[in-house]
């Protein structure tokens, strides 16, 4: 069975920064797109971003453009999401998700592997 684990969350004030950290384990990580998703009570999950498997860029919500990075080294099955200037509205669980498709997808129902997510809070 496939593993998500995902650390680095934590408390932060407003424009601070953090580094979230998913590792993947019992999947061939570098065949899979790997992405960030968070969820803030009351609400929906929502897509943060995208790192393809293959050739190509990521992909990035509008709210966190600019601000937030994915990178992945697929040396250590290991994708990660840096996240500066962050803002109160940031606050949520994160996620990370595993995705075994070519094409990319904004879809929380299109991933097969789930992490059991990591809490971001940002004081004002």
């Known amino acids: 069975q496939a593993r998500l684990a995902e650390s680095g969350g934590g408390t932060v004030q407003a424009g601070g920064s953090l580094r979230l950290s998913c590792v993947a384990s019992r999947i061939t990580f570098i065949r899979y797109n790997m992405a960030w998703f968070r969820q803030a009570p009351g609400k929906e999950r929502e897509f943060v971003a995208v790192e393809r498997w293959s050739r190509g860029g990521p992909v990035y919500a509008d709210s966190v453009q600019g601000r937030f990075t994915i990178s992945r080294d697929n040396a250590k099955n290991t994708v990660y999401l840096q996240m500066n200037s962050l803002r109160p509205e940031d606050t949520a669980v994160y996620y990370c998700?595993?995705?075994?498709?070519?094409?990319?997808?904004?879809?929380?129902?299109?991933?097969?592997?789930w992490g059991q997510g990591t809490q971001v809070t940002v004081s004002s």
């Open positions: 998700a595993a995705d075994g498709q070519f094409d990319l997808t904004r879809r929380p129902d299109d991933y097969d592997y």
